[in-house]
């Protein structure tokens, strides 16, 4: 298959003089060795990468240029080679007339939607399981990306960036995970900058389980769509790795500086895994490790949410038992198995599913674990209503009880937001969930609630977040 992609990279090469010349000059550019956080990194000199470097990315800018990457736009010598992603997702893979690296890719989605994480990862990891000695990464539309308007990703030869060889050095002599699930572990990696995190898995259906888990714990910036993040993914021996680096800011202070501190450097995912790009011979000289680890401190995640992050990852909720319906028959739907929805009912004083009869039915959720967990269920009645966990069919008194098995946190986020004014300030909502959460773990029956058919309330969402498992003495 790789065969296949290089050939179309030469076919491509010999009829565009202009990217043509961008490679020749690419591979004969200055580079120099450096150590930045304790890691070998490189620095390069770049000229090619003068428009990328400083491309105006506010929506504004780029709602006002055409888009480089819909096919009407691009230049004429540009061809590209089809690859499908699931749920009939396809995409153009097109050489990079702008290298950092020698076969560098572009691959863009076929039509013109923006630039998101969510759902693509595993294209990417397709890509890199059909590719395999090449590895994908993703700049976040606030995190690089020159088209933050039009979803791609790129790919590159593995074994060219110094975060991935530090980060494979590393796993092979054996590490603890920060958190596990399935087959899959995730690792805080803790050289180079903050907010280093690396994945493995043997499928990538664990591994995107994974990794949406960290995304789900990390921090998001005002109404942007998703946490600042550049994102690495391939194949190492008969594993899927990733790596993840979260990012505060776009650019560090030296790009706006008038002063003598000035550089012309905006770090996307090269620079983020250790390959510093300088299209500029005056900052290219000024370079040093020291220089480097400043510029990463301002653009990689502040210490305060990296140890959020970690909090999240890793904190549990006790579970409890809340009673959501009572009848001779309850209607009900597991949102995930896509079954539709389904009947118990009450037959010889036990319940009848299936056309079987059992004292007692447990139903798991199966949906992703996550700061606070999506609906998994429906329970129809005179209004649907929509709750997360898992649910639990019992006998009681002669009819049939429905209960929802679900972390007491996930309980206090929809219980609270049906109690609590969305106008209550942040501080007092944080003492009301703390209240609430202490009478809670006190009690021994609890209290029916309508679950995630409600909204949820942001000030309660936060106070829930940031006091969890906290009670009153
Ligand atoms: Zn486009």
Redesign the pocket.
Known sequence: MTDELIKFIQDQLSVWPMASANFRSMKAADVRDLTVGGIPVKAQLNPCRIGSTTAVVDKEAVAARP?F??VPNRPKEQFHLKFDGRKGRRYNVQVNPFPIFPNHLVIARDV?VPQSVWHNFVDMMDFARCYPEFLVFYNGPHSGAS?P??MHYQAIPTGLLPLQNAIDRWLDEGQTPLATGQDAKLYHFPHFCRGVYALRSDTPKSLAKLFYRLVDCCPIIGDEPEPRLNLFTYCYKEEYRCFVVLRGAVRSHHYYSQGPDHLTMSPGAADMAGLFVCPLKADYDKLSGPLLEEILDEVCISPEDEKMVAWRMTRHQSKVDVPIAEGDEIVFEMISDGAGPQRVSLSEGRICYGGALYDELYFDSVTRSTVFAPASFIIYGAEPRRYAGSIRFTVEGGTIRASNHIGIENYLLSKMSEELSPDLPLEETKKEVIRRRTEIMAETEHQEYKGLTIEILTNVRQAVDLTWGQQNQ
């Open positions: 888009c990457l819909c013109h088209a308007d039009h």
